[in-house]
């Protein structure tokens, strides 16, 4: 069983830049695609971000294409998000998520992922 830990949240002014992490123990990490979320105070959940098992397939929100990187180390077992240019309206706590049944490309569409961290507070300032 893969556990998840996210790390690197904080404060950041608008415009700045935040990495997360997402560490995972076990042995099977490589065989997790692995994504983050987002939820906003009063708003539902959404999918940010997601690498495949391999790191050769991401993708991302539109609300953070461009600006948002998501990048993923085996031998470290652990996946992160870089954010760029942030905006107070990326304020959320992230979740990160693994899943080693559905396609990548799939997971903006899907809450049901197999395993979910505890989640990191970002807050942006204006």
């Known amino acids: 069983q893969v556990h998840l830990v996210e790390s690197g949240g904080g404060l950041v002014q608008a415009g700045g830049s935040l990495r997360l992490s997402c560490a995972a123990s076990g042995r099977t990490f490589s065989s997790y695609d692995m994504g983050w979320f987002r939820q906003a105070p009063g708003k539902e959940r959404e999918f940010v971000a997601v690498?495949?098992?391999?790191?050769?397939?991401?993708y991302y929100a539109d609300s953070v294409k461009g600006r948002f990187t998501i990048s993923r180390d085996n031998t470290k077992n652990t996946v992160y998000l870089h954010m760029n240019s942030m905006k107070p309206e990326d304020m959320a706590v992230y979740y990160c998520?693994?899943?080693?049944?559905?396609?990548?490309?799939?997971?903006?569409?899907?809450?049901?992922?197999?395993?979910w961290g505890q989640g990191t507070l970002v807050t942006v300032s204006s």
């Open positions: 690498i495949s098992n391999s790191g050769r397939y991401s």
């Open positions: 998520a693994a899943d080693s049944r559905w396609a990548p490309s799939s997971w903006p569409r899907r809450g049901d992922l197999e395993l």
